[in-house]
C-alpha cells in the first residue's frame, strides 16, 4: 500500500509541476521544477523512495526509449550517422579516459578504477533530458536529430564501460579484448532482438486480427508492451535491453508504414502514448530529486576520504567535472567538424561555415539524465574481501550533481546562446511537405473519380446530378494544392495567407458546433451518447488544423 500511496504523490507532483512552472514569476524548466518537488517530498515530508536500479530500468527506460526512436526521423539517422557514430562511440570513450583522469587527479581518494567508472556512467547523454531542452530552444532541426541519435546509442558505450571499470575496481584485473568482444555482443544482440521481436509480433498480431478479428484498444495495449518485451528477451540473454528497446520503436516506424491500422485507432494511440511519455518522464525527474538529500547526507560523511573537511569541495567537485565533461565535448566536436571539412575539400564538395555558437551549443546541450542516475546506483556496496566499496556515496552525489548542473546549464545557456542566431534554411522540408501534399492530392482525386463512376453505374437517373456535385465539392478540396504548386511564387503567396485565414474561419466555425453541442447536452435536448458522438467528430476536424 506504501508504495501505490508513494506513486500516486509522484504522480500529483508530476501534474503539479505543470502548474508551478506557469505560476512562477521567472522562467524555470519543466525538470527542475520537477526534481525540486522530488526533494521536497523526500526532505521535508520524509517520503522519499528507495531507488531499485533494475525496476528503474524496466519501468522507465523501455517505454521512453522506444517512443523516441519510433518517433525518429530515419532520414536524418541515416544521413548523419557517421557524425551520430562517432558521438555515441569515439566521444564516450574519449570521455572516460578524459574524466577518469581528472577526477582521479582531483580526488586521490578514489581509485583510479572507481574514477573510470564514474566518468563512464556521465559520459552518455539522455535521450528524455535531451528532449526537454530542446523543446524549448530553437535549436535546428538537423542538430537536435544529431543529439537525439547519440543519446539514444551512447547508452550502451557508457554502460559497458562502466561495467568493465567497476569490475577493474572490484577485481583489480581488465581485458580490453574482452571488453570490447562484450560491447560487441551487447549492441548488436540488443538491436537484433529489438528488431526481430517487434517484427514477430507485428505479424502475429496482423494475422490473429485477419483470421479472428481484434478488440479495439488492442492494438494500442501490444504497442505499450512490446518495448517492455524487447527489453527483458534482451536482458534475458546479456545483451543490451537499453538498444533492444530503441530499437523496437525504430523498427515499430516501418512496420506502420504498412498503413493497416484504423484512423481511429491511430488517434487513440497517440493520446495515450502522449500521456505515457508525459508521466514517465516527470516521474523520472521527482524519482531523481527524491534520492538527492540522501545523496548528499551520504556524500558528505564520505567526503573526508578525499582528504577535506569542508564539504563545499563537493560543490567544487561537481563544477570541475562538469566544466571537464563539456569542455571534451567541445574539443571532440570541433575536432570532428574540422576533420569533416577536410573530406569534403578533399572531395570537392561545398561546405558552409558553421557559427561557432552553434558549435558552443552542441556541446551545452550534452545533458545527462536518469540513466546516469539508475547507473551509478548499481554499484556494488562491499568488495569480494567484505570492506565497503571505495567512495562509492562520493560517486553517487557527484553522478547526481552533474545531472542536475548539466540539466541547469543548458536551460539556462542555451536560450541566450540560440538567440538571434541565423539558422540555415531547410527547403528540402518544404519541398518534401509539398510533395507529400500534391501526391496525396492527386491520389484523392483519383479515388474521388473512381468512386463516383462506380456509384453512378448504381444509382438511378433522377441522382446523377447529385452525385456529380458532391464529388465536385470534394475535389475542389484537393485542387487548390495542386494549383498552388502550378502557380507562380507571387500567386501562392496568396494562397498561403488564404489558407491561413481559412483554417482560422475553419477553428471559429468548429468551436461554434462544438459549444452549441454542450448547451443542447446541457439543457437534455440530445443524449450524452449523441453530444459525445458529434463532439469527436468535431475534435477530429479540428486536429487538421491545429
Known amino acids: 500500500m506504501n508504495s501505490i500511496e508513494v506513486a500516486l504523490a509522484m504522480l500529483l507532483a508530476v501534474v503539479g509541476s505543470g502548474y508551478l512552472v506557469r505560476?512562477?514569476?521567472?522562467?524555470?524548466?519543466?525538470?527542475?521544477?520537477?526534481?525540486?518537488?522530488?526533494?521536497?517530498?523526500?526532505g521535508v515530508f520524509k517520503q522519499g523512495v528507495a531507488l531499485d536500479p533494475d525496476i528503474f530500468f524496466l519501468l522507465f527506460l523501455p517505454p521512453l526509449l522506444f517512443l523516441?526512436?519510433?518517433?525518429?526521423p530515419k532520414d536524418g539517422l541515416m544521413r548523419d550517422r557517421g557524425a551520430i557514430l562517432a558521438l555515441a562511440l569515439g566521444l564516450v570513450v574519449f570521455t572516460v579516459v578524459g574524466a577518469g583522469f581528472l577526477i582521479h587527479w582531483m580526488i586521490p581518494a578514489m581509485p583510479l578504477a572507481m574514477a573510470f567508472a564514474l566518468a563512464a556512467i556521465v559520459s552518455p547523454t539522455d535521450p528524455v533530458a535531451v528532449s526537454s531542452i530542446t523543446a524549448r530552444v530553437p535549436i535546428p532541426k538537423r542538430l537536435m536529430h544529431i543529439l537525439e541519435g547519440e543519446s539514444l546509442l551512447n547508452d550502451a558505450t557508457g554502460l559497458v564501460c562502466f561495467r568493465f571499470a567497476v569490475a577493474a575496481a572490484v577485481t583489480g584485473g581488465f581485458s580490453l579484448l574482452s571488453a570490447s568482444l562484450t560491447f560487441l555482443w551487447v549492441a548488436l544482440a540488443g538491436l537484433g532482438v529489438g528488431v526481430l521481436f517487434?517484427?514477430?509480433?507485428?505479424?502475429?498480431?496482423?494475422?490473429?486480427?485477419?483470421?479472428?478479428g481484434q478488440e479495439a484498444g488492442s492494438p494500442i495495449l501490444i504497442s505499450l508492451l512490446i518495448p517492455f518485451g524487447a527489453y527483458l528477451l534482451a536482458e534475458q540473454v546479456h545483451a543490451s535491453g537499453i538498444l533492444a528497446a530503441v530499437a523496437a520503436g525504430i523498427t515499430m516506424s516501418y512496420v506502420e508504414l504498412s498503413g493497416r491500422?484504423?484512423?481511429?485507432t491511430r488517434v487513440q494511440r497517440t493520446a495515450v502514448w502522449n500521456t505515457v511519455q508525459f508521466a514517465l518522464n516527470g516521474m523520472m525527474f521527482v524519482l531523481l530529486g527524491e534520492q538527492l538529500p540522501a545523496s548528499l547526507q551520504d556524500a558528505m560523511a564520505s567526503v573526508a576520504q578525499s582528504g577535506h573537511r569542508n564539504p563545499w569541495w563537493l560543490l567544487v567537485y561537481a563544477l570541475a567535472i562538469n566544466i571537464g565533461l563539456a569542455l571534451l565535448r567541445l574539443a571532440w566536436v570541433w575536432i570532428s567538424l574540422r576533420l569533416n571539412v577536410l573530406k569534403a575539400h578533399q572531395r570537392g564538395d561545398p561546405v558552409s561555415k558553421l557559427h561557432w555558437r552553434l558549435l558552443l551549443a552542441t556541446s551545452l546541450a550534452g545533458v545527462r539524465g536518469a540513466i546516469t542516475l539508475a547507473g551509478v546506483m548499481t554499484l556494488p556496496l562491499l568488495l569480494p574481501d567484505g570492506t565497503p566499496f571505495p567512495a562509492r556515496e562520493l560517486a553517487i552525489f557527484l553522478a547526481t550533481a552533474v545531472i542536475l548542473l548539466s540539466l541547469l546549464a543548458a536551460s539556462i545557456g542555451l536560450p541566450p546562446l540560440l538567440k538571434g542566431l541565423e539558422l540555415p534554411p531547410e527547403p528540402a522540408v518544404h519541398q518534401e511537405e509539398n510533395?507529400?501534399?500534391?501526391?496525396a492530392a492527386i491520389a484523392a482525386i483519383a479515388a474521388v473519380e473512381r468512386t463516383q463512376h462506380e456509384l453512378l453505374e448504381k444509382a438511378p437517373a433522377s441522382d446523377v446530378?447529385?452525385?456529380t456535385s458532391a464529388a465536385t465539392r470534394v475535389i475542389a478540396l484537393y485542387q487548390h494544392w495542386l494549383d498552388e504548386d502550378d502557380s507562380s511564387e507571387e500567386e501562392a503567396r496568396h494562397l498561403r495567407k488564404a489558407d491561413v485565414a481559412e483554417r482560422e474561419l475553419r477553428l471559429a466555425a468548429l468551436q461554434g458546433q462544438r459549444e452549441a453541442i454542450f448547451e443542447l447536452a446541457r439543457h437534455h435536448h440530445v443524449s450524452d451518447e449523441v453530444s459525445r458522438r458529434l463532439v469527436r467528430e468535431i475534435d477530429l476536424q479540428e486536429a487538421r488544423y491545429r
Not at 505560476?23 to 523526500?42: D, R, W
Not at 491500422?261 to 481511429?264: E, N, P, V
Open 435 to 439: 510533395l507529400a501534399r500534391r501526391t
Open 261 to 264: 491500422l484504423l484512423a481511429t
Open 465 to 467: 446530378d447529385t452525385y
Open 23 to 42: 505560476m512562477l514569476p521567472f522562467s524555470l524548466p519543466l525538470p527542475l521544477v520537477q526534481i525540486g518537488l522530488g526533494a521536497v517530498i523526500a
Open 198 to 212: 517487434t517484427v514477430a509480433v507485428s505479424y502475429a498480431q496482423r494475422w490473429l486480427s485477419r483470421h479472428f
Open 68 to 72: 523516441d526512436g519510433w518517433c525518429i
